[in-house]
């Protein structure tokens, strides 16, 4: 057997020449302030200004750092608008200036924040979304705690519920993301230079919101935050190209849940695999046309297995082949899977010499396969003897068996005719026990004795 190759989706396909033209957003991410996320996007500004683009400053927030302060020179920037608020003038960044001058690209610093009343759009992201649908390229900055997602998960760590925050499909759309990050002792020395806040705000924030063991906690969110963004990049790639080969960038489990009788203790030790290794995890049943018509515990035992993987965080899948080494090894090479456990099987039929396990092996070379004894029991007898058959089909079944063996039973009798003289008698009732056996009645009474 060849695996056919994935090939494109020929809708997804269609999205990305269709789409329209849109300016590119690159966001500076990084654990909290003073990592150096303005002044890295101010560098790659300058770096771009040297080539001849048409670079303008929307925003850019210095905070009184002689550092980043420096970095503006040289660089075009766009006067504030005025805006009046409870008795005094805030200034805010202003859009309707930014898309009459149409650079090619303007920088928009901390994306999180919120405009004064007044302003077209009260959340500054929004006002960077007008720009991409003009055409516009944008940076910008943000931090791993103004994510909605993490918010309530950083405020549990800090103590610090911050209100400004960033949907994260409007951060997952970015087209680039670039990581700034700085260890915990460096951003502290920083902090104690005055490179961060100025005066005794350093002092509060060391003993507050920037104590060593938060910086260390929002730097792992960072980290994981965009692995999991370039993880979903590789994979869209992957599905654009039609890759077929699995590549091992990160530990991803795939569990074959079978109709054997100890699935739960699979679903369980796939599921302490995952959480050892830190991986995401799959459970797909493969039904093929041989297992349609397998007893209703059996089928219940199986949708039980699946539920039990769900809730123990697994994404699972039901799927239907032919093949089932067929179906698993596609599911796997699509969702870029590269580990893939089974339960062993105690007892083969004749005809199965190879096994599930070897088929895969052979098929798979590339592929890790892990195999898991299972605590096989019999099935209680009510189990074993249900059938979700309709009752009409099970009789049809029945009377054509029967038909079938009364009718090798009138072929023997009229060979047994012919050659009456030259057998023994124990020789024709062989002859009669051979049809006996060969009939599909006594194969199907065969079946449910094995399975007994």
């Known amino acids: 057997m060849s ?29 909290c302030a003073g990592v150096g996320k303005t002044w890295a996007m101010l560098a790659e500004a300058q770096r771009l200004r040297a080539q001849g683009l048409d670079i303008l ?12 302060a420096a970095m503006l020179q040289g660089l075009s920037t766009l006067p504030p608008r005025r805006l009046a608020h409870r008795g ?50 944008v940076f910008t900055t943000v931090n791993v705690q103004h994510l909605e997602s993490l918010n309530d998960v950083v405020s549990g760590i800090t103590g610090v519920q911050v209100r400004e925050t960033v949907p994260d499909p409007f951060f997952d759309a970015a087209d680039d993301v670039v990581l700034v990050d700085l260890p915990p002792d460096d951003l502290r020395q920083r902090l104690n230079e005055g490179k961060v806040y100025i005066g005794g705000q350093a002092e509060r924030a060391i003993e507050n919101f920037f104590r060593k063991g938060n910086l260390i906690a929002l730097r792992e969110l960072a980290l994981r935050r965009t692995a ?13 190209q039609g890759q077929e080969k699995v590549w091992h960038t990160r530990d991803a489990i795939l569990l074959c849940i079978g109709h054997n009788t100890g699935s739960e203790k699979l679903v369980r030790a796939a599921a302490r ?10 459970a797909v049943y493969v039904e093929t046309p041989s297992l ?6 059996r ?21 239907s ?35 599930f396990a070897d088929r895969l092996a052979r098929h798979a070379p590339d592929l890790d396969l892990m195999v898991i004894a299972l605590d096989e029991k019999p099935f209680p007898l009510a189990a074993r003897a249900s059938d979700s058959r309709p009752a009409l089909e099970k009789w049809r079944l029945q009377l054509q068996g029967c038909a079938v063996a009364v009718a090798l039973c009138a072929i023997i009798t009229l060979v047994a005719m012919q050659w009456l003289m030259a057998f023994e008698a124990a020789n024709l009732v062989m002859l009669y026990l051979l049809g006996w056996c060969s009939s599909p009645w006594s194969m199907a009474a065969g079946r449910r004795c094995w399975r007994r």
């Open 321 to 355: 082949d032919p093949s089932e080494e067929k179906a698993v090894l596609h599911y796997a090479r699509e969702h870029n899977l590269g580990k893939i456990v089974i339960g062993r099987q105690s007892k083969r039929r004749w005809w199965d010499r190879s096994g």
């Open 228 to 240: 999991d963004r370039v993880d979903e990049q590789m994979r869209a790639w992957r599905d654009r």
């Open 299 to 319: 089928r219940r035992a199986i949708l039980a297995a699946l539920r039990l993987a769900q809730e123990l965080g697994a994404e699972t899948a039901t799927l």
């Open 57 to 68: 400053i929307g925003v850019a927030e210095t905070h009184g750092r002689k550092e980043t």
């Open 88 to 137: 005094r003038y805030v200034y805010e960044f202003d859009l309707d200036a930014a898309l009459a001058r149409r650079p090619a690209l303007i920088l928009v610093d901390e994306l999180a924040h919120s405009n004064a009343p007044g302003s077209r759009h009260p959340k500054r992201w929004q006002d960077v979304d007008e720009l991409l649908e003009a055409g516009i390229d």
């Open 292 to 297: 349609h018509r397998l007893p209703e515990g």
């Open 273 to 282: 695999l995952a959480a050892r290794l830190g991986s995401v995890w799959h």
């Open 3 to 31: 695996d056919e190759p994935l090939r494109p989706d020929p809708d997804r396909l269609l999205q990305h020449t269709a789409a329209p033209h849109r300016g590119k957003l690159k966001v500076f991410f990084g654990a």
